[in-house]
């Protein structure tokens, strides 16, 4: 079965007539489309950015909500939120930065413009499963700096991180989850406090 970008489960991430996986470029437009229709789905008003100018810094999606309005003092002028879409078949999801940059609140509160849709995928007997992590920008700011913090500084390593590596969410962190303590590293607590993203859609509105 061949790509098909309309939203439809039961396409799989295999070329046509060539036996090997797309590229991380066209697994991204995947993403995208999938998001876009979700949202469309909702009720809400969603174009991609990248249609407008080639890979749009830190932004692929702008959504708007005509039931909420931008504040009190401008009831007429709907809600818009921007949207980073990330989706790849490992459990631990890369995010767009490296992990030096992930411990920086200064950098994460400049580059940050939004909402993150996370999706993981997964192919079985001939079709895909996506599950979708919607992560507002607050939470997303949040779970990244605490999360890697641990990392770097709570585990017991023979060699030093490579700080320029990529860093990322993994899903278990995504679905609000704790991390108990093991001899290579102490607890990590979640600062989602056992609330999963898993299927929030209501998050690209929280903050």
């Known amino acids: 079965m061949g790509q098909n970008l309309t939203g439809n489960k039961n396409f799989t991430i295999m070329q046509n007539n060539e036996n090997k996986e797309l590229s991380r470029n066209d697994i991204g437009k995947i993403g995208e489309t999938l998001v876009n229709k979700k949202l469309r789905d909702m009720g809400w008003d969603a174009f991609n950015a990248n249609t407008l100018m080639p890979n749009y810094r830190a932004i692929d999606i702008v959504c708007i909500n005509n ?6 003092d401008k009831p007429w002028k709907p809600r818009m939120e921007l949207i980073q879409v990330k989706m790849c078949r490992q459990r631990n999801i890369p995010i767009g930065c490296n992990i030096a940059q992930s411990l920086d609140r200064d950098y994460l509160e400049k580059h940050i413009k939004g909402a993150y849709v996370m999706i993981h995928y997964e192919e079985k007997d001939g079709e895909t499963k996506y599950d979708y992590y919607i992560i507002s920008r607050k939470q997303f700011i949040e779970l990244t700096l605490a999360l890697h913090k641990w ?9 030093d991180l490579n700080l320029k590596a990529t860093a990322g969410l993994d899903i278990k962190a995504l679905e609000g989850f ?14 989602l406090k056992g609330e999963t993203c898993k299927d929030k859609w209501e998050n690209i509105w929280r903050d």
């Open 151 to 159: 990392y770097v500084y709570d585990f017991d390593r023979d060699k």
């Open 67 to 72: 039931n909420l309005s931008e504040s009190e």
């Open 178 to 191: 704790d991390y108990e303590a093991t001899k290579r590293h102490k607890p990590f607590i979640n600062p």
